[in-house]
């Protein structure tokens, strides 16, 4: 998916908000806001809108040293989200249609960070998402293709989020799953660590794509990877940055998202916010 | 007030939202975006936001030639205030405290975009926010000077809230009001034509500040306003533009807003969305 305008300002609005969240230091903040305009400047030598986020949590790397900007973020996400597991079993195991909202929940864990600072009570505010249902739902092709697969691959996105993924993995048949993460910290997403920390190790092999961005750029994936991609016989592609890498893609490739950004509702032709598992074509 | 890190990716959203009303031509839409990024990259050298806002603004000018990005925005208002305007009176008529509630009134017409953008039943959605009353209410102040007042300057704010001033000016004893606007089209601000449009001659001497930026920053007005608001005996100004540009003025000076902004809702203690009529000090 192209970079739209609209990406710009926010993109702008993440770095200060990144910048206030590694240092209090207010030249420290400018510098990052200034670097972050000479980059967005240049937002057409950009692939795609993760490659220039990249871009732009690099800055705060180099002017502040530090290496993992949503270090507490990702840890809090991650402790909310491991003590929400036993409830979500539950709630799996009380629905008439066990993929279905098996899927919604992997979907709403998307979802996850937006719940924790809007509602002390996350677990409420989970809830309300889960009752929600998709808007747009291929789980009908995605059920037959799944009787004939012998392995699936998820690229994961946000930190907590994973722990709602592996609810998903254990609604799955018995076949290998594949959980493909960043290969370094950025933003909220997951890397190894925060897939371990998860649980996912107990139901999937997790691998590092090889990509450093906020969505799996293909291109810039590691040559394991890619044979892995190309090779997996169903793809669950998680989250907006993943879609915005792979949107043009066409495979045995599933979209499972919140539409939390117009221009991403727009491209998917929902309104925002709602929840989707669409098929990428064939 | 100074300009704040927010302000920038706030401003950068606004050229982009200004450069859809005049132009559908995608390039010169990025034009535009662009030249933001680099008048937004030399931040540190305008006064304040009125200032920087308007250099992003004229951007639109010269890449597009429009003279008044907002024209159509403006007319809209305008009209929908007009049609307000029986109800407004009738509203103010009912209360007890015509004075307070005249202010409130003319707090409340800052915030008619909004409502208009927000809701078709813009009456109803006005009516909502004339019954909410202000954090912070410097009335018995504004009554003890008003009691001595010979002339009162108002300093106006956008277009269609200078609707709500005409029902605060029918509000004021007899004395004379002068109402200071804008010297040319600044995003949806009133001018002189809108401030006649709105009926605002039959009740105060309309005049041009000098000043065309979306806020009166005293040393570009002209020779002649800089005498009225040096002997004005009140000064009410509207909006959050003239309060950035007169933050640090001292004097009869009362502020008269809706803090829709964050950084403002801050720099004046309340809460957003707050209602204000605040005493500048002495």
């Not at 305009?37 to 530090?66: C, E, H, V």
């Not at 909310?80 to 597991?85: C, D, H, S, V």
């Not at 066409?250 to 991403?264: D, E, Q, R, T, V």
């Amino acid at each position: 998916m192209e970079i739209t305008l609209d990406c710009i300002p926010c993109m702008l609005k993440q770095a200060l908000e990144a910048s206030r969240m590694v240092t209090n230091d207010i030249e420290q903040q400018e510098k990052i806001v200034e670097e972050a305009l000479s980059i967005l400047l240049a937002f057409k030598a950009y692939r795609n809108a993760p490659d220039l986020a990249r871009g732009i949590q690099r800055i705060i790397k180099d002017i502040t040293g530090t290496e993992d900007a949503y270090y507490d973020i990702k840890r809090r996400d991650l402790d909310a989200a491991n003590k929400l597991y036993p409830f979500l079993q539950e709630f799996i195991k009380k629905q008439d249609g066990e993929l279905y909202w098996a899927l919604k929940t992997a979907a709403t864990g998307n979802n996850i960070d937006a719940a924790i600072y809007q509602d002390i009570d996350v677990k409420r505010c989970v809830e309300q998402e889960l009752d929600k249902e998709f808007s747009v739902c291929d789980l009908t092709l995605f059920k037959d293709k799944l009787k004939v697969a012998s392995n699936i691959l998820i690229l994961g996105d946000n930190t907590g989020e994973t722990v709602f993924d592996k609810i998903l993995i254990e609604s799955l048949p018995d076949i290998p799953v594949t959980y493909g993460v960043r290969s370094e910290p950025i933003l909220n997403d997951a890397t190894i660590q925060e897939a371990y920390d998860s649980g996912l190790g107990e139901v999937s092999r997790i691998v590092s794509t090889g990509c450093n961005a906020p969505g799996t750029i293909l291109e810039e994936c590691n040559k394991e990877f890619i044979t892995l991609f190309h090779q997996a016989d169903l793809i669950i592609s998680k989250g907006q940055g993943n879609f915005e890498a792979l949107s043009e893609q066409k495979g045995n490739l599933f979209f499972l998202l919140k539409a939390k950004c117009p221009m991403i509702a727009n491209k998917l032709n929902v309104e925002l916010n709602d929840y989707v598992f669409k098929y990428s074509g064939s």
